[in-house]
């Protein structure tokens, strides 16, 4: 099956900074997608990329997919405390599972003022 | 409905006991996935529906564990005799259809506890 790394695991950033959350795959994506979850709360889709070389953005946050399609990354540009949360990558597994998604670990934000 | 539905939101429940987790998923979706999250632990693929069959359980835990899925629509999850390691949050997520570009859509989810 295809494993996700995220990294880093957790991130503390002041309130105003910029910081990204890398998502590496062990296979080639054929399909990336990012989610943020806030505790107790359901997955909110955040953005999804295709295309080797895409980049999406919505406000102040900004996705990438590398020319190799193996490795994602999520850029939030100064940061908010409505950015806290738990951000996951998840990937395409495959037709066999209607394209379920794997995900990785996830990577926890706190946002400080 | 607007989004994905899940009920009851919060469960707890005796050791040995048989629970239901009841999913809605968005109107005209086709496609509905069921996933475990354990504390600490990433989500977890249990079972997806495409209509009322369940092409893949490969992520279904054990025995205890089944799903079905009436009229294209409501799913419900039903765990038999209840572990203290089922305790998790249980979401159910449903999409457009199966495949590429198709978003899927996560509900709020459904906390079992185990006790």
């Known amino acids: 099956s295809q494993e996700l790394e995220q990294s880093p695991q957790s991130l503390i950033v002041q309130e105003g900074k910029n910081l990204t959350i890398n998502c590496t795959s062990s296979k080639t994506l054929y399909g990336l997608y990012w989610y943020k979850q806030k505790y107790g709360e359901g997955l909110i889709f955040l953005m999804m990329?295709?295309?080797?070389?895409e980049e999406k953005s919505h406000e102040k946050i900004t996705a990438k997919l590398d020319e190799k399609k193996q490795q994602s990354s999520l850029h939030i540009t100064a940061s908010q405390p409505s950015h806290a949360g738990i951000y996951l990558c998840g990937a395409d597994s495959g037709s066999n599972s209607g394209y379920a998604l794997n995900f990785g670990k996830g990577t926890s934000l706190l946002v400080t003022p | 409905g607007a989004g994905v539905s899940q009920s009851p939101s919060n469960k707890v429940t005796e050791k040995g006991k048989d629970v239901e987790l009841r999913c809605d998923p968005i109107s005209g979706h086709t496609a509905l996935y069921w996933y475990r999250q354990s504390l600490g632990q990433g989500l977890e693929f249990l079972i997806y529906f495409q209509g009322n069959s369940a092409p893949d359980k490969s992520g279904l835990p054990s025995d205890r564990f089944s799903a079905e899925r009436t009229g294209g629509s409501v799913s419900t999850l039903t765990i038999q005799r209840t572990q203290q390691e089922d305790s998790a949050v249980y979401l159910c997520?449903?999409?457009?259809?199966?495949?590429?570009?198709?978003?899927?859509?996560f509900g709020e989810g459904s906390w079992l506890t185990v006790v």
């Open positions: 997520a449903s999409s457009r259809g199966p495949g590429l570009g198709n978003t899927i859509y």
């Open positions: 990329l295709q295309k080797g070389g």
